[in-house]
């Protein structure tokens, strides 16, 4: 398909496609699409994934930023009357297609890396989130995403703040892209929580979050102080109060206790 229209990857935007027939079975398989689904992809590339997502899913929207392949698209996907293209940068849309109305969608996608928090953080604080984020990610973002303490990080949280992520697939090796990655990458999946905190809860939660990332090889104790203005005394009670050891670092509390001290400390 690439060679019918002459095109060639675009390394800067982070091209790297899918030609792996198996990984691409195992993709599908992980999905487990029903007819009823509605499906976001990123990154439609030759169209290879939205080909076996339109042929089980009720629609499918495929937003590409590449405007060749979005011919490369057009093409591939002539005979589907339920798959819509748009073509645009995702992380510039003002809203996901799907997540302004009231019915539930999904998001499976072989994403360009670079932008997996940006794109996450979209889908997730959308108005209407999808109900399940099913990624194929760089091996070691996978892995971040879904740390656990002690070894949390700012993705870590925000994530799991929304939902539960899981790593179906690991290992996968460079050549199953053209041009090879360069990377091993993994194949995640996030369920996203049926009660998603209101928008103004987040909004402190994550001032607070962010506070405490700032500098993550020093306590958590110290950047809270410098960073919210908090008297040590006010951190100290709330530490305290929750169980948490004054000399932690960020890397060490679970979302659980973010949520505490967030509800705990006044801004």
Not at 182 to 191: F, N, P
Request: proline fraction near 6%.
């Amino acid at each position: 398909m690439f060679a019918k229209h002459g095109i060639t990857p675009r390394q800067g935007w982070g091209q790297n496609f899918l030609v792996s027939s198996t990984i691409l079975e195992k993709i599908i398989e992980a999905a487990d699409i029903k007819k009823t689904d509605r499906i976001l992809e990123v990154g439609g590339g030759a169209g290879t994934l939205t080909q076996e997502l339109a042929r089980r899913a009720k629609e499918v929207t495929v937003i590409e930023k590449d405007p060749e392949l979005v011919l490369v698209l057009k093409d591939a996907l002539r005979g589907f009357k339920n798959v819509k293209i748009v073509e645009g940068d995702v992380l510039k849309l003002d809203a996901l297609p799907y997540s302004q109305s009231k019915a539930p969608w999904r998001i499976v996608s072989n994403i360009p890396y670079w932008i997996t928090g940006r794109f996450l953080r979209h889908a997730l604080e959308s108005k209407n989130p999808p109900t399940e984020i099913l990624l194929m990610l760089q091996k070691e973002i996978a892995e971040r995403i879904c740390a656990q303490p002690p070894r949390m990080s700012l993705l870590a949280v925000s994530v799991q703040y929304y939902g539960t992520p899981e790593i179906l697939i690991n290992n996968i090796l460079p050549d199953n892209f053209w041009p090879p990655s360069g990377v091993d990458s993994a194949i995640i999946k996030i369920k996203v929580g049926e009660s998603i905190p209101p928008k103004k809860g987040s909004a402190k939660f994550f001032t607070v979050v962010r506070a405490g990332f700032a500098h993550p090889r020093k306590q958590l104790r110290a950047n809270l102080k410098r960073a919210l203005k908090l008297d040590s005394q006010t951190i100290d009670d709330c530490f305290t109060h929750y169980g948490i050891k004054t000399t932690a670092r960020a890397q060490e509390l679970s979302v659980r206790n973010w949520e505490c001290l967030a509800a705990e400390i006044k801004l």
